[in-house]
């Protein structure tokens, strides 16, 4: 079946411009949740999203990012303003729920890159 | 101190051998445990998850969780080249709450 599916898998930008990531969550899976990863780093949170439940929004860094569902199925991670320490791995994970027995599974991930 | 520690290696071992990889979190009331294995340039990928005390086997691989200590640790037996990877610890502190150890780097040699 089909996995979680990230797009674009590599966008370059000049700084200053504003770039928006997709992801499109495994079917039936009510969570989502948004990670960045730095050059040989752990992953970092930004963000989660269940069901119709207002998104978890914690993690982002700035008030440049934002993301959003539409319909509990696709969502769209917008950078405004791009900085150069924005370039990062971003990667979407969804799972079947939020219980502990419940994983999460990953999308290829966008890897952006400010020039 | 970080919430979800974990060796960064790199962890050598030869082809065939035990490798041995720990993760400790600092939340008590964690509720689960996730091993993740990330090859260069790839996405995490699930290798199993433990939620009660004691082991979990799923073919050559153990997960281990001492709850009192805080301890959760991957065994990957008759260790394989292809078994080359960053294996990152995932703890789930909450629903919203999936805390990743930075990752151990892992290298089997032949």
């Known amino acids: 079946g089909a996995g979680v599916s990230q797009s674009p898998s590599n966008k370059v930008t000049e700084k200053g411009k504003d770039v928006e990531l997709r992801c499109d969550p495994i079917?039936?899976?009510?969570?989502l949740y948004w990670y960045r990863q730095s050059l040989g780093q752990g992953l970092e949170f930004l963000i989660y999203f269940q069901g119709n439940s207002a998104p978890d929004k914690s993690g982002l860094p700035s008030d440049r990012f934002s993301a959003e569902r539409t319909g509990g199925s696709v969502s769209t991670l917008t950078i405004q303003r791009t900085q150069q320490e924005d370039s990062a791995v971003y990667l979407c994970?969804?799972?079947?729920?939020?219980?502990?027995?419940?994983?999460?599974?990953f999308g290829d991930g966008t890897r952006l890159s400010i020039l | 101190q970080k919430e979800v520690e974990q060796n960064s290696g790199p962890l050598s071992v030869p082809e065939g051998a035990i490798a041995s990889l720990n993760c400790t979190y600092s939340d008590r009331g964690s509720q689960s445990f996730f091993w993740y294995r990330q090859y260069s340039g790839k996405s995490p990928e699930l290798i199993m998850f433990i939620y009660s005390n004691g082991d979990k086997e799923d073919g050559r691989f153990t997960a281990q969780l001492n709850k009192a200590s805080q301890y959760v640790s991957l065994l990957i037996r008759d260790s394989q080249p292809s078994d080359s990877a960053t294996y990152l610890c995932?703890?789930?502190?909450?629903?919203?709450?999936?805390?990743f150890g930075a990752g151990t780097r892992l290298t089997v040699k032949p």
């Open positions: 995932a703890v789930r502190m909450g629903p919203s709450d999936m805390r």
């Open positions: 079917s039936g899976h009510t969570a």
């Open positions: 994970a969804s799972s079947l729920g939020t219980g502990p027995s419940q994983p999460q599974h």
